[in-house]
Nanobody, 122 residues
Framework: QVQLDESGGGLVQAGGSLRLSCTAS?????????MGWFRQAPGKREFVAAK??????LYSDPAKGRFTISRDNAKNTVYLQMNSLKAEDTAVYYC????????????????WGQGTQVTVSS
């Protein structure tokens, strides 16, 4: 019912920055309260950050201090500004959405985007 379209991934050198964007659309888009990001590296899926429509924000420990999540509710769009990137940030980044409050549990998110690759070269 909700489609999530990500953009902004790519190849960057360690220490560089990238900005990911994700726009939600679909018949039930107004039911979304929380939007966020997970990432998937080989054998490991990890929560990154999430932000509610009301402004509450949740970050994983690796993201704190380097990544900033923001949101434009009018555009149904969430952004992830990633600074000081490290090789270990290399992963496919997935946009997620859910009704209700933010959580780090992947099973709580019922809408997932297709993913965008972020590669950080050392």
């Amino acid at each position: 019912q909700v489609q999530l379209d990500e953009s902004g991934g790519g190849l960057v050198q360690a220490g560089g920055s990238l900005r990911l964007s994700c726009t939600a659309s679909g018949r039930t888009v107004l039911s979304i309260y929380t939007m966020g990001w997970f990432r998937q590296a080989p054998g490991k899926r990890e929560f990154v950050a999430a932000k509610t429509r009301g402004g509450d924000t949740l970050y994983s420990d690796p993201a704190k201090g380097r990544f900033t999540i923001s949101r434009d509710n009018a555009k149904n769009t969430v952004y992830l500004q990633m600074n000081s990137l490290k090789a270990e940030d290399t992963a496919v980044y997935y946009c997620v959405a859910k009704a209700g409050s933010a959580t780090m549990l992947p099973r709580a998110y019922d809408s997932w985007g297709q993913g965008t690759q972020v590669t950080v070269s050392s």
